[in-house]
């Protein structure tokens, strides 16, 4: 299970990377670096002990999740239902990394 674990959040890692790619027109270049760096950290601690993979992990999520608003306020383009299936999302990646 904790490989599984793994790969999902390598996965959910590569697919924000992709995101910050192809949103090459913001003027939010700072955010779009941080969620690179986040999910980088994500992707490299894969590699890590499993207690350091969850610390990462939680770090990138709760990363993820408030990055995500700040761009969405800062847009003026804030769609509460992204974000609250993000939050539900996040805290189910959470929940598992806590009780594998």
């Known amino acids: 299970m904790e490989l599984a674990i793994r790969i999902l959040l390598a996965i959910y890692a590569l697919l924000m990377i ?3 790619w192809q949103d090459k027109t913001t003027t939010l270049k700072q ?6 760096v986040a999910a980088g950290l994500l992707l490299i601690s894969t590699f890590l002990t499993w207690l350091q993979f969850v610390i990462v992990s939680i770090f990138s999520l709760v990363a993820f999740q408030v ?3 700040i761009r969405g306020l800062q847009l003026k383009n804030f769609h509460w ?3 609250l299936i993000r939050l539900i999302v996040t805290v189910i990646f959470i929940v598992l990394l806590f009780y594998i």
């Open 18 to 20: 992709l995101a910050t």
């Open 67 to 69: 990055l995500a608003i």
């Open 81 to 83: 239902q992204h974000h």
């Open 31 to 36: 955010l779009n670096y941080l969620t690179n």
